[in-house]
T-cell receptor, first 113, second 114 residues
């Protein structure tokens, strides 16, 4: 069975500071993708960043970067220079050749001004 | 590209009633997915279509649930004889099967069964 675990139900960060959200996963597949999605209160899921498992280089998108540790099956998200608009639920998700996304339980991020 | 549309946004129904939700995917996306999200949890896969063919159904999809995608365009998800445990957000997403990412999600339908 494939699983995704986010062990931090809630996180808080001061505006302009850096925060790291944790995610671990389990899969027997060798070819897969990992994603972080953001779900603001309006509820539409938005892709933040993706990582292909075959790539060793960690993905980066502006203020968002990941630390992908394939052997440890760990995939954390770092948000630098946090902004008020970053406040949302963040979901880690695993995609494999089966074609569907498997989500973690989510981490609710609050940003303090 | 107008995104993925879901209708209605909110639905309140009495226990035992039937409800139907609609999802309009991005027009060039041949894959369409339904997920269910309960409060404080991540979305759980229900079923997906490639064009008009329903390719996989989760064990979460009991006999009271049925989904269709006639002509490979919009999709409907029907729940018969609703139960309080069906209260959740129902999310639709679509993508091209030629990509391994690129899901676009709708804003969801919030179902409350009273």
């Amino acid at each position: 069975a494939q699983t995704v675990t986010q062990s931090q139900p809630e996180m808080s960060v001061q505006e302009a500071e850096t925060v790291t959200l944790s995610c671990t996963y389990d899969t027997s597949e060798s070819d897969y993708y990992l994603f972080w999605y953001k779900q603001p209160p309006s509820r539409q899921m938005i892709l933040v960043i993706r990582q292909e498992a075959y790539k060793q280089q960690n993905a980066t998108e502006n203020r968002f970067s990941v630390n992908f540790q394939k052997a440890a099956k760990s995939f954390s998200l770092k948000i630098s220079d946090s902004q008020l608009g970053d406040a949302a639920m963040y979901f880690c998700a695993l995609y494999n050749q089966g074609g569907k996304l498997i989500f973690g339980q989510g981490t609710e991020l609050s940003v303090k001004p | 590209d107008t995104g993925v549309s879901q209708d209605p946004r909110h639905k309140i129904t009495k226990r035992g009633q039937n409800v139907t939700f609609r999802c309009d995917p991005i027009s060039e996306h041949n894959r369409l997915y339904w997920y269910r999200q309960t409060l404080g949890q991540g979305p759980e896969f229900l079923t997906y279509f490639q064009n008009e063919a329903q390719l996989e159904k989760s064990r979460l999809l009991s006999d009271r649930f049925s989904a269709e995608r006639p002509k490979g365009s919009f999709s409907t998800l029907e729940i018969q004889r609703t139960e309080q445990g069906d209260s959740a957000m129902y999310l639709c997403a679509s993508r091209r099967s030629s990509t391994n990412y690129g899901y676009t999600f709708g804003s969801g339908t919030r179902l409350t069964v009273v």
